[in-house]
């Protein structure tokens, strides 16, 4: 069973511009999270998606949105980038939900603000 | 305020085993206990996960005291492969990552 994938795995952006990542859950999971890893911050929540809805969300400011598809996928978009964007961003399924199932993570995309 | 709370870090030589302790004063009554292993730019991998008493698998155990205010994770006989951050998490809606416990395994 194939795991799950992100894309890109490294991005380079500038101030202000705004990025879209994207995350393919493993079969059959309907839950997707997204997390920030920073060296700072470590792990942080962003937020949940389960049926395309967003189910909940961390302590992020409007500028990191999310949505899923109905095939489960999942794509970030966080606009107006700034410096303290750059970061680790992990996407992670779970077949039920991230409180109650286990979450199997992605490799992460690399995101670099310059 | 910290739902787990880890040591920092840890050294380790290989062929040892390594316990390494997590305090989860607040666990709820339905939550599991989980151990992710992370590597340097990677997402984290699912390693063990618990509810009460002992768990073991091909990797690690995990020991869980009847008051399920700690767990334990341990594993057998490192190799400097194991030179990882281990995370502890508690489930539920609440659920979030620690600082982990940055292990170095030497040889």
């Known amino acids: 069973k194939a795991g799950v994938t992100q894309t890109p795995r490294y991005l380079i952006k500038t101030r202000g511009q705004q990025v879209t990542l994207s995350c393919s859950p493993i079969s059959g999971h309907r839950s997707v999270s997204w997390y920030q890893q920073t060296p700072g911050q470590g792990l942080q929540f962003l937020f949940e998606y389960f049926s395309e809805t967003q189910r909940n969300k961390g302590n992020f400011p409007g500028r990191f949105s999310g949505r899923q598809f109905s095939n489960s996928r999942s794509e970030m978009n966080v606009s107006t980038l700034e410096l303290g964007d750059s970061a680790l961003y992990l996407c992670?399924?779970?077949?039920?939900?991230?409180?109650?199932?286990?979450?199997?993570f992605g490799p992460g995309t690399r995101l670099t603000v310059l | 305020l910290a739902k787990t709370t880890q040591p920092i870090s840890m050294d380790s030589y290989e062929g040892q085993e390594v316990n390494i302790t997590c305090s989860h004063n607040?666990?709820?009554?339905?939550?599991?206990i989980t151990w992710y292993q992370q590597f340097p730019s990677q997402g984290p991998r699912f390693i063990i996960q618990?509810?009460?008493t002992k768990v073991t698998n091909e990797v690690a155990s995990l020991f869980i005291p009847a008051d399920r205010k700690s767990s334990t994770l341990s594993l057998p006989r490192v190799s400097l492969s194991d030179t990882a951050v281990y995370y502890c998490l508690v489930g539920g809606n609440d659920m979030r990552f620690g600082a982990g416990t940055r292990l170095t395994v030497k040889p």
């Open positions: 607040n666990i709820a009554t339905n939550d599991y």
């Open positions: 992670a399924s779970s077949l039920g939900g991230r409180d109650t199932d286990t979450q199997y």
């Open positions: 618990g509810y009460k």
